[in-house]
């Protein structure tokens, strides 16, 4: 049992380039979440699923897509990379049968020049 | 979501009982109190959450008052591997199922030995 898998764990983008972040989980959960943490700072919502085939903005969606491709996975793209998304990003994902409890991935470092 | 206020940071020593204190003056009737940490490099981790009174786990225990404008996580015999973040959130049904948390900074909780 894995629980929250992330990739890449760092990954290096020139300004407008593009690319994809992947997550899995294998709890079985329906809700999935993308989380960044900027340095010295809480983490902020970008995007959720709160189940399959369905995703919807959370505080910081500008410059993201998701896609949740089936129950398992919720990968987010960035089309053109900015040196404002320089980030730590975490996926996480809940069991619905607990209020807040959320299982977090273990991120992956972004770095745009 | 209701706003929460904790210390920016703590210090305590090795086997002393450690207790951070959150405020949360508008807190919702229907709102859940929880707390997470985060290690350095790694993503949040769920330690407990309660709605009123006492609850406790194996790893802390969460002091809520009867008013419930404030509480208070309680970390028995600390040691240098709880050195972490550790942040307040509160927030009610509608915020839970949308994963709507908000962490604030958080109280960085330094163990010496």
């Known amino acids: 049992n894995a629980g929250v898998t992330q990739t890449p764990k760092f990954q290096v983008l020139k300004t407008g380039q593009s690319m994809t972040l992947q997550c899995a989980q294998d709890?079985?959960?329906?809700?999935m979440y993308w989380y960044r943490q900027d340095p010295g700072m809480g983490l902020r919502l970008i995007y959720y699923?709160?189940?399959?085939?369905?995703?919807d903005k959370g505080e910081v969606p500008n410059g993201y897509n998701v896609s949740r491709l089936n129950k398992r996975e919720f990968s987010l793209r960035l089309e053109s990379a900015a040196p404002s998304q320089t980030s730590v990003y975490f996926c996480?994902?809940?069991?619905?049968?607990?209020?807040?409890?959320?299982?977090f991935g273990p991120g992956t470092r972004l770095t745009v020049t | 979501l209701a706003k929460t206020t904790q210390p920016i940071s703590m210090d305590s020593y090795e086997g002393q009982e450690v207790n951070i204190t959150c405020s949360h003056n508008?807190?919702?009737?229907?709102?859940?109190i929880t707390w997470y940490q985060q290690f350095p490099s790694q993503g949040p981790r769920f330690i407990i959450q309660?709605?009123?009174t006492k609850v406790t786990n194996e790893v802390a225990s969460l002091f809520i008052p009867a008013d419930r404008k404030s509480s208070t996580l309680s970390l028995p015999r600390v040691s240098l591997s709880d050195t972490a973040v550790y942040y307040c959130?509160?927030?009610?049904?509608?915020?839970?199922?949308?994963?709507?948390?908000?962490f604030g900074q958080g109280t960085t909780l330094q163990v010496k030995p």
């Open positions: 996480a994902s809940k069991n619905s049968q607990v209020p807040y409890e959320q299982y």
């Open positions: 709890m079985n959960h329906n809700s």
């Open positions: 699923s709160a189940s399959e085939g369905t995703t």
């Open positions: 508008n807190i919702a009737t229907n709102d859940y």
């Open positions: 309660g709605y009123k």
């Open positions: 959130l509160v927030g009610g049904p509608y915020s839970s199922n949308t994963g709507k948390l908000i």
